[in-house]
């Protein structure tokens, strides 16, 4: 083969992955096309006999960037506690399989405290959190999209959540969206559950704390709190979950954002504490 015919498939060939990788490279960034593809992680064999023993809760968490491994440091659980992702279970480990972060997360936390507390054996967490997302892309985007697909899995294994984990609400601060508008968006996705016969308990964390990019006292929404507040009150099955725009001290957050180590902790103490005093 003459040498100009090799350059130009050579060429080709790194023109074509150029734009791959182009189109795809928010998703190759944040190290969530490793996480898909190479993890390494072992299987748990006995998945259903995991999933319906007694004393387990397995709840489904999801949002923007602190409910999406963006946090700092490490954690490792020294409990039972696993990661439910694309129809697998495994043991689990940070960054958590579903997130597009590759931080920390609170919910490994919140597993060894329900564990240590007594209140369940074994806790199999869900998450399916995305970094920067308003809740209108998780009503009808790409949000959506990747909650059906993690509906569609549990469905597929017969396997029910008992909780539902929802933190969000910073970016709608920034987009200014109305109180009106997120209540009945903050509906449509409790009802996205509802439909498909998913009675858990739905907690809404109390969310909108962003510092930068908006006009609102210490970087809090009223409008988004209300809109929150309101919408536990007005749906049934609908449960308040932690205050997060409480913790908003410089060594709860290492960006004025995401949460240290330290904030870590405090936040899953505060979802603990939640799910506790409404066993």
């Known amino acids: 083969m003459k040498k100009w015919i090799v350059y130009l498939v050579i060429l080709s060939l790194g023109a074509l992955l ?9 998703h190759l960034i944040n190290a969530q096309f490793i996480r ?13 006999e995991l999933v319906k023993g007694d004393k387990t809760i397995i709840f489904l968490a999801f949002g923007q960037s602190n409910a999406a491994d963006y946090g700092l440091g490490i954690y490792i659980p020294h409990n039972e506690v696993y990661n439910y ?3 697998d279970v ?19 936390r919140l597993g060894d405290l329900l564990i240590d507390s007594g209140l369940y054996e074994k806790v199999i967490i869900i998450p399916c959190g995305i970094g920067q997302t308003s809740i209108q892309c998780w009503t009808e985007g790409k ?3 990747k909650l059906n697909e993690t509906l569609n899995y549990l469905s597929k ?16 601060n920034v987009d200014k969206t109305s109180r009106a508008q997120y209540k009945t968006r903050l ?14 308990p739905f907690y809404v964390s109390v969310c ?14 009223d409008s988004i709190r209300l809109a929150q507040l309101e919408t536990i009150q007005e749906i049934k099955n609908t449960r308040q979950g932690p205050d997060t725009d409480s913790l908003n001290l410089a060594y709860y957050r290492m960006d004025a954002v995401h949460f240290t180590e330290k904030g870590l902790d405090r936040l899953a103490l505060e979802w603990f504490k939640k799910i506790k005093e409404q066993q």
């Open 85 to 87: 992702y694309k129809g």
């Open 157 to 172: 294994d017969s396997i029910t959540p008992t909780h539902i984990f929802w933190e969000q609400g910073e970016t709608d």
């Open 208 to 221: 909108s704390y962003f510092p930068y990019s908006n006009n609102n006292p210490l970087g809090i929404n």
């Open 90 to 108: 495994y043991k689990a480990k940070e960054p958590l399989l579903g997130p597009d972060g590759s931080g920390s997360s609170v919910w490994t």
């Open 187 to 200: 509906k449509e996705l409790i009802q996205v559950f509802r439909d498909r016969h998913i009675e858990a």
């Open 36 to 48: 898909d593809h190479w993890h390494f992680r072992k299987k748990i064999p006995n998945k259903q």
């Open 143 to 145: 949000c959506r999209e």
């Open 18 to 26: 150029g734009i791959i990788a182009n189109r795809n490279r928010e």
